[in-house]
T-cell receptor
Framework: EDQVTQSPEALRLQEGESSSLNCSYT??????LFWYRQDPGKGPEFLFT???AGEEKEKERLKATLTKKESFLHITAPKPEDSATYLC????????????FGTGTRLTVIP | DSGVTQTPKHLITATGQRVTLRCSPR?????VYWYQQSLDQGLQFLIQ???????AKGNILERFSAQQFPDLHSELNLSSLELGDSALYFC?????????????FGEGSRLTVL
């Protein structure tokens, strides 16, 4: 059964304090691993897709990396506007295209 | 703005009632997904439609049903509502091709069952 575990559940950072969020996954053949950002009361917003171990993607202060068992979302010198819940999801190679989501990491960046 | 429209944004109803949530996907997207998000759980996949046909089913209760119409909009019907059905219901759409995991989510319909 597909499984996604995100840690920590919540993270408070001072502005400028870099850190990483973890996503451990188990899937029967990975088609893709996805990171989304969700602001309170809003729908998730797509950030990155990673397809194979060793792959990295960057966008502004965020960098996502992938190994065979986990993915990291590195946040460099975060700003208060980076505060959100970050969701990780996997898509299996077989079967339908639906994504299986983790429960997310709630990030708060304090000015 | 993701281009996905969901109505209503908020809905308050009583146990035992039936409600219908509506979703208009992004222009040109053929796939529509429904997800449920409650406080104690993450996003739970309910069901997917592709160009009017059911493509995949997740943990969708028998009291829930969905359909996708010829104009590609979709409706999620929830019946015999229980307190535990209170949640945010999201619709998402995606295009075809390689990036089928890049979902565009609506802002959700918040259902409160009293």
């Amino acid at each position: 059964e597909d499984q996604v575990t995100q840690s920590p559940e919540a993270l408070r950072l001072q502005e400028g304090e870099s850190s990483s969020l973890n996503c451990s996954y188990t899937v029967s053949g990975l088609r893709g691993l996805f990171w989304y950002r969700q602001d309170p009361g809003k729908g998730p917003e797509f950030l990155f897709t990673l397809y194979s171990a060793g792959e990295e993607k960057e966008k502004e202060r965020l960098k996502a990396t992938l190994t065979k068992k986990e993915s990291f979302l590195h946040i460099t010198a975060p700003k208060p506007e980076d505060s959100a819940t970050y969701l990780c999801a996997v898509q299996a190679r077989t079967g339908a295209n639906n994504l299986f989501f983790g429960t997310g990491t709630r990030l708060t960046v304090i000015p | 703005d993701s281009g996905v429209t969901q109505t209503p944004k908020h809905l308050i109803t009583a146990t035992g009632q039936r409600v219908t949530l509506r979703c208009s996907p992004r222009s040109g997207d053929l796939s529509v997904y429904w997800y449920q998000q409650s406080l104690d759980q993450g996003l739970q996949f309910l069901i997917q439609y592709y160009n009017g046909e059911e493509r995949a089913k997740g943990n969708i209760l028998e009291r829930f049903s969905a359909q996708q119409f010829p104009d590609l909009h979709s409706e999620l019907n929830l019946s015999s509502l229980e307190l535990g059905d209170s949640a945010l219901y999201f619709c998402a759409s995606s295009g075809t091709g390689v990036n089928t995991g890049e979902l565009f989510f609506g802002e959700g319909s918040r259902l409160t069952v009293l």
